[in-house]
Nanobody, 126 residues
């Protein structure tokens, strides 16, 4: 089991920036895929960005490409989501997720991830 703890959410104005952090513990993360998902009010949970711990390949939802950047710090076992040019439609609870051996084609599917954090609220005011 991997324990995940998110931080960094908050209230920001349209066009502003936030950086989310996800600290992982419990296992070494070689072979894991880490991802961020979000769930807005009245919406289904959706994929935002993902990163393979070994190699660092990244994936993004079309809605955030060019605005969000996922990265990792191996020494700190932490994944980050830098969010720039935020829009009101980015308002959601953001969840960190992790799982071992996620195949590329399934990286966008929440059902592929076995470990989840508690979520952090991001609110973008218009």
């Amino acid at each position: 089991q991997v324990q995940l703890v998110e931080s960094g959410g908050g209230l920001v104005q349209t066009g502003g920036s936030l950086r989310l952090s996800c600290a992982a513990s419990g296992r070494t993360l070689g072979g894991y895929t880490m991802a961020w998902f979000r769930q807005g009010p009245g919406k289904e949970r959706e994929f935002v960005a993902g990163i393979r711990w070994s190699g660092g390949t990244t994936y993004y939802a079309d809605s955030v490409k060019g605005r969000f950047t996922i990265s990792k710090d191996s020494a700190k076992n932490t994944v980050y989501l830098q969010m720039n040019s935020l829009k009101p439609e980015d308002t959601a609870v953001y969840y960190c997720a992790a799982s071992y051996g996620v195949i590329t084609s399934n990286s966008y599917n929440s059902a592929a991830y076995k470990n989840w954090g508690q979520g952090t609220q991001v609110t973008v005011a218009s």
